[in-house]
T-cell receptor, first 114, second 114 residues
């Protein structure tokens, strides 16, 4: 059974610092990995999707890396802003035969102080 | 593109009543829809996977007679919480996917059972 862990559970940084969020998973037979943002009481916003054959994806200030063999992904957010304050979730999609079900990590709650 | 809506966005009901939540893919046909539950400050837990025209597949520990799922068309899935109790109060989120691709998430429905 796939298990996804996110460390740290919470993170507080001053504005301008870079953020590093970690995600680890136990079963390396993944189809893809996604990073989401969730604001309090809201749904999910997809940030980055990395296919299993890829090593990283970039979008603006966001960069996500994937090391499938070691079961790790890292989300980097450069030059953090107060608007980046949210919970960040990583989710692992298993191989297609399993219906591409996503297993979510526990999330990292980020607070960026002005 | 790829918009998923949920209705209602929040609902309050009395214990013992049934509540229906709708999930719609607005601009694509969803072969598969997923239902998740999220308790406060916790991550998303997959409840069930539904495919259009067939019975839903429930995750271990999820009561299929309590959480009725109907995927009647390629753009609509409904989750009915039957005989709701206070412990069913939660944030319910659906997602939809065309042909095993990326899941697109709805904005969520907050259920409060008094």
């Amino acid at each position: 059974k796939q298990e996804v862990t996110q460390i740290p559970a919470a993170l507080s940084v001053p504005e301008g610092e870079n953020l590093v969020l970690n995600c680890s998973f136990t079963d390396s037979a993944i189809y893809n990995l996604q990073w989401f943002r969730q604001d309090p009481g809201k749904g999910l916003t997809s940030l980055l999707l990395i296919q299993s054959s890829q090593r990283e994806q970039t979008s603006g200030r966001l960069n996500a890396s994937l090391d499938k063999s070691s079961g790790r992904s890292t989300l980097y957010i450069a030059a953090s802003q107060p608007g980046d304050s949210a919970t960040y979730l990583c989710a692992v999609g298993m191989i297609k035969a399993a219906g591409n079900k996503l297993t979510f990590g526990g999330g990292t709650r980020v607070l960026v102080k002005p | 593109g790829a918009v998923v809506s949920q209705h209602p966005s929040r609902v309050i009901c009395k214990s013992g009543t049934s509540v229906k939540i709708e999930c719609r893919s607005l601009d694509f046909q969803a072969t598969t829809m997923f239902w998740y539950r999220q308790f406060p400050k916790q991550s998303l837990m997959l409840m069930a996977t539904s495919n259009e025209g067939s019975k839903a597949t429930y995750e271990q520990g999820v009561e299929k007679d309590k959480f009725l799922i109907n995927h009647a068309s390629l753009t609509l899935s409904t989750l009915t919480v039957t005989s709701a109790h206070p412990e069913d109060s939660s944030f319910y989120i659906c997602s939809a996917t065309p042909l095993w691709e990326t899941q697109y998430f709805g904005p969520g429905t907050r259920l409060l059972v008094l």
